[in-house]
């Protein structure tokens, strides 16, 4: 019971630092995501988007 609790809080870590991992370097997702990730839009709707 413990170790699958473990292997579901590794998997949910990974998932994290690849998603960081994506938005420190400037990378898009693929194809079927959208464009933008969600604090872009936040950014981009407060205007405080350098873009």
């Known amino acids: 019971m413990v170790r699958k609790c473990e292997e579901e ?9 690849k998603r960081e991992r994506l938005a420190m370097t400037g990378m898009r997702r693929g194809r079927g995501s959208p464009n933008k990730y969600w604090e872009e839009m936040i950014r981009q709707d407060k205007g405080h988007d350098p873009r």
């Open 9 to 17: 809080m590794d998997r949910c870590l990974e998932a994290v630092k």
